[in-house]
């Protein structure tokens, strides 16, 4: 064959896929570039610690090739490695590839592209295998980004879609080579994933050249077959116009929707949910210099994190909501140049509430329905919190959120640290993830970080009020009809007045708010501040001021939204204040307050909110007892949420547990802990049901310790089981339903010890000792089918059936089946049917009964879709393909599991997918398809791994096993397949073991 030439740039035919398995028998692939006829240029990372790398060409096609290689040339430090090869015979042979340089000593932007394997070019294989299809991508270098770490940023088309949260949808294309017409400048090396999709980095080829030191240097020169090294044509600029790229479509533009201020608007460029954590906006004074840094720091895509930090009544939510309302019009504070975000979420402690569900629930809902229903699904499931959050981060992509965080030190500790687990966990993704939302933040004291996470996050201090003159204007407008007559006072005298106060702006609304108050002595503007002598926090004193000045009536209300802790409507004051005092006036102080500025009012949602720091002054100052006292009237407040919670037939997502999530909250504060335990164990395990088992756990932690009833006991021990069940330690379950089930039995409560006797059957079922699990499942069932309960009977026969499974005792499983099946007919119930069968596909491949199991899981699998719920339409297809295979038919068995693994890669179940590919990694053994079956295995592993699920040991065997067959080792195959025998055991839903022990036998008798 004739060598194929160097001039005409990129050849196809010398494009690589590289394809390295590590020491632990992990796989990975990169791109690279046979720049000789026996070198390759490729990434550093594709190689690092590699046990053995393998070069293939033209894959899939014609002329297809691949061969070892060895790593002869590589530096970390820049990330570029060259590999050495020996071509089969018949491969054409190459010549010398041609090198150039871009400048970067003027302003010039370069037409580049570069070709490789990206895993978002992964691609299904007719027989239910994947691939990686090649891509080319054509972009533009701008020559002099990057000149602070020496290396190209190419611009290219944003990648088409993210497979894997936890890779880049670019991993696979490092190693490329990046060229500039016929010179190549460069290789792919990184993708930034807050960068966006769009854009990559590439070691440049010349800085390499010229920062390694003799005689690495003349090696790399060697192998690239370099005649002069300090003489690499630069690449020029093609002149403007040609191919010019078309305009991308912004982000914002396909949020799409119009959403009502409740849940969600769009003004400009970005859409909002939740609302201003601040009011009069359109009052605000100054921060010019505060809120453009806020906005050059927010804007740059290496921070994710900017605090606003100052006293009380500084202004910090202020300016905050002053930067989120310029976005949301359009505009970065300060001009900065950067992309406009595409959404902007605003939470308070003070309002909705700062939570990690509550941080979900609005990142979802801002991204359209669709995401949102998926995201939701996620929520629901056991997976771990950082798999959820990376999840909703993967779902926004590349898109620019802001969320602001408002009064963030509610949620902080003395130390600084945060006081929840869930948004610990939140933060740490934040810091960790490529693609993340930006947080904005206000806190009288500052987060506490790690060192190392510094460097991701900027503080903005507000040390100081309003400048005299805006402080002067606001005086004057905080008077607007002069009755006060402050309007008509001089500015030095108002400037004495904000001196006086520092030029804090609360403090400034207090002093305005302290002479509307008094209608008796009718206080001069410098009477009021006479009253006040200089302390160390002025604006606590002016507070502090204001509340003793109040009538009876409004202090009494004051305190009622003191205790509320957010914005509440008449309705429900005038309901609360009933129980507490039936002769208040509430309609005349609420106007009171209103007009002397103590409460700020919503009048799109009707709601009435007092400023956080009055709230807190006026908390403290409340009496415990009496009939107003703050036990009263927490009890009171508790009692409005229960009036007004929803009934579990109405529950369909966590928020219409609101009311009872604040009940229980109130019941807390005023120390009734036995009636915050009962009020808890009533939806305790429906939130774990939807994934909210941290949060759960935390709320019984909160009363664990501090229970007098026996009642309050059950109710919490038994919700308490089922949370730690979901979040683990599983083993702790088992204790807390043994203690559910003798108090439930000493209170004869049969309802609680059905509930405990099934936490306790399931807890054992999920920690493997079967045998303990029967018992108390057979006695859970027939307990709920005495008290009438045909929901807690379905779901415990279910589990017996399963358990039974498990055991091997497909007779009993199938008993459990049939019940079941008569349950679901006698009460018409749709999702008890498609359990019924897919109880009964699962004993039935216990037992052997190949074409019934099929028939079983078909009927499932409609079953299912009957009902609208997907559940285990996964593992009922499953069910089909491992029959099929005993059946040797294994043509329908990959697509059936084929089509288990797709269910199970949507419902984001890892171990489900670990299960389906497992069995397809068998399916491809019998069918002597050793390589496709040990990838398979691999891939087995990787999602067993993800969920923890202790068979990825079942599933790395199988792999090794797979790859001593195409050596061929027999004997290490055989000894493979043993090991994977007995990771195994006796799963019900995994190849059978005796098929493995049977192969390794032949194997050895072969051998």
């Known amino acids: 064959m004739t060598a194929r030439q160097a001039g005409g740039g990129l050849d196809p035919h010398r494009i690589a896929e590289v394809i390295v398995v590590d020491a632990a028998g992990g796989r990975r692939r990169g791109s690279g570039y046979r720049i000789t006829d026996t070198a390759v240029l490729t990434a550093v990372h594709v190689v690092a610690d590699a046990a053995s790398v393998r070069v293939r060409f033209d894959a899939d096609r014609p002329g297809q090739w691949m061969v070892p290689a060895t790593v002869a040339w590589s530096d970390t430090d820049t990330d570029v490695a060259v590999l050495t090869l020996t071509p089969p015979p018949g491969a054409a042979a190459v010549t010398p590839a041609r090198f150039g340089r871009i400048g970067d000593d003027r302003h010039a932007v370069i037409r580049v592209h570069t070709a490789g394997f990206p895993l978002w070019k ?39 879609a993210d497979p894997n949260p936890r890779a880049s949808p670019w991993a696979g294309m490092s190693g490329a080579a990046v060229w500039a017409g016929h010179h190549i400048v460069g290789v792919v090396a990184e ?137 949301e019009q359009g505009e970065w504070p300060g001009h900065a140049q950067a992309p406009l975000p595409s959404g902007l979420v605003n939470l308070s402690t003070r309002t909705s509430g700062v939570s990690l569900e509550r941080l979900y629930f609005d990142c979802a809902r801002l991204l359209g329905p669709e995401r949102e229903t998926r995201l939701l699904g996620v929520w629901a499931t056991n997976r771990s919190l950082h798999e959820k959050i990376g999840e909703l981060f993967s779902a926004m992509g590349d898109q620019l959120i802001v969320i602001l965080l408002d009064n963030l030190e509610d949620r ?127 604006v606590a004193g002016l507070a502090q001021d204001r509340y003793n000045r109040l009538d009876p009536g409004s202090r009494s209300v004051l305190n009622l939204l003191a205790a509320l802790r957010t914005p509440a409507p008449r309705e429900a004051i005038e309901w609360i204040v009933a129980g507490l005092d039936p002769a208040l006036d509430v309609a005349a102080a609420l106007s009171h307050l209103v007009r002397v500025r103590m409460l700020s009012v919503n009048r799109a949602n009707r709601t009435f909110a007092l400023h956080p720091m009055d709230a807190d002054l006026a908390y403290g100052e409340m009496p415990w007892h009496g009939t107003l006292g703050r036990q009263s009237v927490e009890r009171r407040v508790a009692d409005w949420y229960a009036h007004i919670a929803s009934p579990r037939t109405a529950w369909r997502t966590l928020d219409d547990l609101r009311p009872q999530r604040r009940e229980f909250e109130h019941r807390l504060r005023a120390e009734d802990f036995d009636e915050a335990a009962i009020v808890l164990g009533s939806i305790s395990e429906w939130m774990v049901w939807q994934g909210s088992a941290l949060a759960v756990i935390s709320m019984h932690l909160a009363v664990d310790g501090r229970l007098s009833d026996e009642r309050a006991r059950l109710a919490h021990v038994g919700g308490y089981g089922h949370a730690r069940l979901s979040a683990g330690p599983m083993a702790q379950a088992v204790g807390l339903f043994t203690e559910a089930a003798a108090l439930a039995r000493r209170l004869d409560d049969r309802r609680g010890l059905q509930h405990a006797i099934f936490g306790l059957g399931d807890a054992h079922r999920q920690l493997g000792d079967l045998g303990a699990a029967v018992g108390p499942l057979a006695q859970a069932g027939d307990l709920a089918h005495e008290i009438g309960d045909a929901e807690r009977e379905i779901h415990a026969i279910l589990s017996l059936s399963l358990a039974h499974s498990s055991l091997g005792d497909g007779t009993a499983a199938l008993a459990d089946a049939d019940r079941l099946s008569a349950l679901a ?183």
């Open 825 to 1007: 007919r006698a009460h018409g119930d749709l999702l008890a049917e498609a359990r019924s069968w897919n109880a009964r596909s699962t004993a039935l491949l216990v037992l052997g009964r190949w074409e019934e199991t099929i028939e079983a899981g078909v009927r499932a699998v409609r079953a299912y879709r009957d009902a609208g719920v997907r559940e285990a339409t996964n593992y009922a297809l499953n069910a089909q393909g491992v029959s099929l295979i005993a059946l040797g038919r294994l043509t329908e068995a990959l697509a059936a599991l084929e089509a288990g693994l797709q269910e199970s890669t949507e419902m984001e179940n890892p171990r489900a997918e670990g299960v389906c590919l497992h069995n397809m990694a068998w399916a491809y053994w019998t069918d002597g398809r050793y390589e496709r079956a040990a990838e398979t295995a691999e891939r087995a592993t990787v999602s067993f791994q993800l969920a923890g699920a202790a068979e990825a040991a079942a599933a790395r065997a199988l792999a090794e096993a797979a790859r001593a067959r195409t050596v061929p080792d027999p004997a290490a195959a055989a000894d493979a397949l043993v090991r994977a025998a007995e990771a195994v055991g006796h799963s019900a839903e995994m190849v059978r073991r005796d098929w493995l022990t049977a192969e390794a036998e032949r194997l050895r008798a072969a051998d």
């Open 412 to 538: 902080l500790q003395d130390d600084g640290r945060l006081d929840d687990e869930e948004l610990t966990a939140f933060l740490d993704c934040l810091f960790r993830a490529r693609f993340t939302p930006r947080l904005l933040v206000t806190s009288q004291v500052p987060l506490r970080l790690a060192p190392e996470l510094r460097r991701f996050a900027a503080e903005i201090e507000l040390s100081e009020g309003l400048p005299p003159a805006e402080a002067v204007t606001l005086l004057r407008e905080l008077d607007q009809d002069g009755s006060l007559g402050v309007a008509r006072l001089s500015d030095e005298q108002l400037l004495r007045a904000t001196v006086r106060v520092h030029g804090v702006p609360r403090a400034l609304e207090l002093l305005v708010g302290a002479m509307a108050d008094d209608t008796l002595t009718l206080p001069t503007l410098g009477d009021v501040l006479e009253d006040f002598t200089l302390r160390g926090d002025v």
């Open 122 to 160: 992964q691609r299904p294989r007719a027989d239910g295998g994947r691939f990686r299809e090649l891509h080319q991508a054509d972009g533009t270098v701008a020559a002099l980004s990057n000149l602070r770490t020496s290396t190209l940023e190419i611009t290219v088309t944003p990648a088409g």
């Open 191 to 327: 993708h930034h994933r807050w960068e966006g999709s769009g854009r990559l980095t590439a070691a440049r080829v010349d800085q390499v050249l010229r920062r390694v030191d003799e005689p690495r240097r003349g090696q790399l020169v060697s192998l690239l077959a370099i005649a002069d090294p300090g003489a690499l044509p630069e690449m020029a600029a093609e002149p403007d116009g040609v191919n010019s790229p078309g305009p991308v479509e912004p982000e914002a533009d396909r949020m799409g929707g119009h959403m009502s201020a409740d849940s969600g608007h769009r003004h400009g460029s970005s859409k909002v949910i939740g609302l201003p954590v601040t009011h009069g906006l359109e009052l605000f004074k100054d921060r010019t210099r505060q809120r453009e840094m806020i906005g050059r720091r927010l804007s740059d895509p290496a921070i994710r994190m900017v605090t606003v930090t100052g006293r009380r009544g500084i202004g910090k939510s202020a300016v905050a909501a002053k930067v989120m309302e310029l976005l």
